[in-house]
């Protein structure tokens, strides 16, 4: 057996059953070899990037490991965007990239010229900062190896892509027989302190008069969810989450009060201001979240983060906070041994009236007196049409904002590429979850900017016969840039208005084969439409102007956002504490 075949058969056993891929020179060996094998078979993307995020949205809509291959040069780079999604956001992924013969290559020379066999690139170098594992393979020892070591890496601990570099000569090079599970590898069991955890746990909690839980995208990350959202509807401990987060519990538990940050629920800000003690389950705190100025979050709480990365808990070294490391695959038993914290009256008070005041109530007051259609109703009215499982996906800019905004998730799963939130990412994404989970609906969101950095993959979609509802909320220009610019820079637009512009999207998705619908009011939103086979665009028209509500503006700490409160209503959401306006 051939290295290329050793690298089909090594997918085939772990139950891959689609590579995504682009082809070229230094990876057909492998591409044929996927080709053959009588397990697996592959999708052509148009741009070796959308592959990546495709492969990206494979774990996220199905908890399989996604794989990219890409020949070396600019096939490897392109997918470095994609791969940065994964990194980020801590989401298995494996690529394999195809390089010139050993002995083309700079390595083996003795000399360090910039580039010695056609399109040698060092992809490993390039790729490390954003993956858990990149490694070029020499020999038919070192590819069995590192094929196991890389998966393992990938999938266990804080999860991540992993990048393997094979050369051609690799790729062709005799390896004998398949063998499963070469190395025997089996993921690690770590010894953890249970009752030390709880402990601290217990001790924080029993300090607690006005206790806020933040539920993280760890805990889903760890398929602890389940055992986190019974513990939290048990205790009626009141929380907040992460938008990354969001997509790992019903929305409608009584004691969920919204997602936090720059573009969060009012309310739910306003209890992470106001709470005496918040327990961070597997957030990073991101600064979309705490704001640019971390000093000014929750700084009337003692805080206790609890995550499986201890450089993310070293950062806090500033913050004041008390952390814990551990395997989140552990929380149901240190949840079992935890007490829950017992919450004033007056604090039980203020969260339902949080609640009742902001939860689910987002709109936009731009479009209501400019008579203009609201992003909010649409993606309300949407809301209301997706199935219970369906799988919803978001691009970036002010059409994410708005999703995460607005939409209550009850058996969806619903994400974004958070981190990195690229330009472009929702429409491979979209092609990844169709073809892991044919038998869901799948539904992707874009901003009309953001749709054309990945246009080309319609005939991905249109090749394979995928359904799909592509959502473009169009307001023909970069509105996230420019609400920032309205602020920031006298309204000035440069690259985001001016030099901006768009096709017409019905001419070019007819042109591909999609069905085009314009959508210019929420009643133009119809069942029908996510019944149509073979890809719809629904192009929805929103004024240039709508900006995204509300919204932290200027370093403003978070429960002081855009449009700004009444100094009576400011004052109801601080009861428990004094907040100079500033
Ligand atoms: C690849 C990439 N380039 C640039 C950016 C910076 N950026 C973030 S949002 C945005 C504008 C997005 O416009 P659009 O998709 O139309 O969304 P809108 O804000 O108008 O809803 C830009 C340029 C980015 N996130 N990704
Ligand atoms: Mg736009």
């Given at each position: 057996m051939q290295g290329c075949q050793y690298i089909a058969a090594f997918l085939a056993s772990k139950g891959i059953e689609k590579v995504f891929l682009m082809t070229g020179g230094a990876a057909t060996f492998m591409i044929d070899a996927v080709g053959q094998h009588p397990n697996l078979d592959y999708i052509c993307f148009q741009h070796e990037q959308a592959a990546a995020m495709a492969a990206d949205a494979v774990w996220r809509s199905s908890g399989k490991i996604g794989v990219t291959m890409a020949t070396s040069g600019p096939g490897a780079t392109n997918l470095l965007t994609g791969i940065a999604c994964s990194y980020f956001d801590s989401i298995p992924s494996l690529h394999i990239t195809g390089q010139v013969n050993m002995r083309e290559?700079?390595?083996?020379?003795g000399a360090a010229p910039?580039?010695?066999?056609?399109?040698?690139?060092?992809i490993v170098d390039m790729a490390r900062p954003i993956t858990k594992y990149a490694v070029q393979v020499r020999t038919a020892a070192e590819l069995k190896e590192a094929l196991e070591t890389a998966l393992q890496i990938s999938t266990t601990g804080r999860m991540g892509p992993v990048l393997i570099d094979v050369p051609m000569d690799v790729q062709q090079a005799e390896m004998g027989e398949f063998e499963v599970n070469h190395l025997g590898v089996v993921a690690p069991v770590d010894a953890v302190d249970i009752d030390g955890i709880a402990r601290k746990i217990n001790d924080f909690l029993?300090?607690?008069?006005r206790p806020l839980v933040y539920f993280g995208a760890g805990v889903g990350l760890a398929g602890e969810e389940r055992a986190v959202a019974a513990w939290l509807a048990e205790t009626k401990v009141p929380f907040v989450s992460s938008w990354n987060a969001?997509?790992?519990?019903?929305?409608?538990?009584?004691?969920y009060c919204g997602c936090v940050g720059v573009y969060g629920n009012r309310g739910a800000n306003f209890l992470v201001q106001n709470c005496d003690s918040l327990l961070v389950l597997g957030?990073?705190?991101d600064n979309r979240q705490r704001?640019?100025?971390?000093?000014?979050?929750?700084?009337?709480a003692n805080t206790l983060v609890l995550d499986i990365d201890v450089e993310e808990l070293a950062k806090y070294k500033s913050d004041g906070y008390t952390t814990a490391a551990f395997d989140f695959r552990h929380l149901p038993s240190v949840l079992a041994a935890t007490q829950p914290p017992k919450s004033s009256s007056a604090w039980r008070d203020h969260v339902a009236l949080m609640k009742k005041r902001y939860?689910?109530?987002?709109?936009?007051t731009y479009a209501e007196n400019a008579g203009t259609q609201s992003p909010y109703e649409v993606i309300q009215r949407i809301n209301a049409l997706v199935n219970r499982d369906a799988i919803v996906i978001n691009d970036t800019g002010a059409a994410l904002c708005w999703f995460f905004q607005t939409f209550h998730r009850t058996g969806q799963t619903i994400f974004t590429a958070?981190?990195?939130?690229?330009?472009?990412?929702s429409l491979p994404a979209a092609i990844g979850a169709k073809v892991v989970a044919p038998g869901r609906q799948v539904v992707c969101f874009s901003g009309d900017g953001g749709f054309?950095?990945?246009?080309?993959?319609l005939v991905t979609l249109v090749h394979h016969e995928l359904d799909v509802v592509i959502v473009i909320m169009n307001n023909g220009g970069y509105g996230i840039i420019k609400q920032f610019q309205d602020v920031n820079?006298?309204?000035?637009?440069?690259?985001?208005?001016?030099?901006y512009s768009q096709p017409d999207f019905r001419k070019v998705v007819e042109a591909y084969g999609l069905r085009y619908f314009r959508i210019?009011?929420?009643?133009?939103?119809?069942?029908?439409q996510f019944a149509v086979k073979g890809g719809v665009v629904l192009d929805v028209i929103i004024d240039?102007?709508?900006?995204?509500?509300?919204k932290v503006e200027r370093?403003?700490?978070?429960?002081?956002?855009?449009?700004y409160l009444s100094d009576t209503e400011f004052m109801e959401g601080n009861a428990f504490v004094t907040y100079e306006r500033q």
């Open positions: 290559s700079a390595a083996y020379l910039r580039q010695v066999g056609f399109q040698e690139t060092k029993a300090l607690a008069s969001s997509t790992y519990f019903d929305h409608d538990l009584p004691n957030s990073r705190l704001s640019g100025n971390t000093t000014q979050f929750a700084p009337h939860f689910g109530k987002h709109r936009s958070g981190g990195n939130s690229p330009m472009g990412y054309q950095l990945n246009i080309q993959e820079m006298g309204g000035r637009y440069h690259a985001s208005g001016r030099g210019e009011s929420p009643a133009d939103i119809k069942l029908e240039q102007n709508t900006p995204i509500e509300p370093g403003r700490p978070i429960n002081d956002q855009f449009p």
